[in-house]
T-cell receptor, first 115, second 111 residues
Framework: GAGVSQTPSNKVTEKGKYVELRCDPI?????LYWYRQSLGQGPEFLIY????????DSGLPNDRFFAVRPEGSVSTLKIQRTERGDSAVYLC?????????????FGEGSRLTVL | QKEVEQNSGPLSVPEGAIASLNCTYS??????FFWYRQYSGKSPELIMS????GDKEDGRFTAQLNKASQYVSLLIRDSQPSDSATYLC???????????FGKGTKLSVKP
């Protein structure tokens, strides 16, 4: 498909475990975003990549969260020592990137449940 | 802290009526504003963008922007039950490129 692809769609883990969430953006999109969304809330910004570099990681809540995009395409969001409060839907989005616009294309999300 | 504020609703309107959704934002340097629609259990999708003061119309949707008042609104004319969703206001902040979302307003259009 031509859309943003996220895997896994659902992840259930235990408190304290390590989790990786993957995002494959639309081909040619240089900008990639990670958001998380809790029930009844809007998407909360985590990090934004322009190419391989993190242009803005000010939304990462603490040092347990880390994201990479080594080749400027696929990105992985990594969460260490998961806590119950990390349970949410993690949304990835991409955009053309230049110029910077707010026209984001979202994937279907990865639902993380921490027991 | 850049903030985008929306009334969470729910906003209930009868079919055929006009639905009015409102949003305020805190960052005066913001230049770009967006409305996303999110159906229950689905991801947000862009429906409108607006960059200049005034109105922008696209079919049954009209976005309105007033930068002096830091206010954005979305009007949906001839509302349909298929418009029932959560509407997210989003603001592109400064030069950083990150898009900040409000909590969303849940709209219910009753047949």
């Amino acid at each position: 498909g031509a859309g943003v692809s996220q895997t896994p769609s659902n992840k259930v883990t235990e408190k304290g475990k390590y989790v990786e969430l993957r995002c494959d953006p639309i081909s040619g999109h240089t900008a990639l975003y990670w958001y998380r969304q809790s029930l009844g809330q809007g998407p909360e910004f985590l990090i934004y990549f322009q190419g391989t570099g993190a242009a803005d990681d000010s939304g990462l809540p603490n040092d347990r969260f880390f994201a990479v995009r080594p080749e400027g395409s696929v990105s992985t969001l990594k969460i260490q020592r998961t806590e119950r409060g990390d349970s949410a839907v993690y949304l990835c989005a991409s955009s053309l990137g230049q110029p910077i616009t707010g026209e984001l294309f979202f994937g279907e999300g990865s639902r993380l449940t921490v027991l | 802290q850049k903030e985008v504020e929306q009334n969470s609703g729910p906003l209930s309107v009868p079919e055929g009526a006009i639905a009015s959704l409102n949003c305020t934002y805190s960052d005066r340097v913001s230049q770009s504003f967006f409305w996303y629609r999110q159906y229950s259990g689905k991801s947000p999708e862009l429906i409108m963008s607006i960059y200049s003061n005034g109105d922008k119309e696209d079919g049954r949707f009209t976005a309105q922007l007033n930068k002096a008042s830091q206010y954005v609104s979305l009007l949906i004319r001839d509302s349909q039950p298929s418009d029932s969703a959560t509407y997210l206001c989003a603001v592109l902040g400064g030069s950083q490129g990150n898009l900040i979302f409000g909590k969303g307003t849940k709209l219910s259009v009753k047949p």
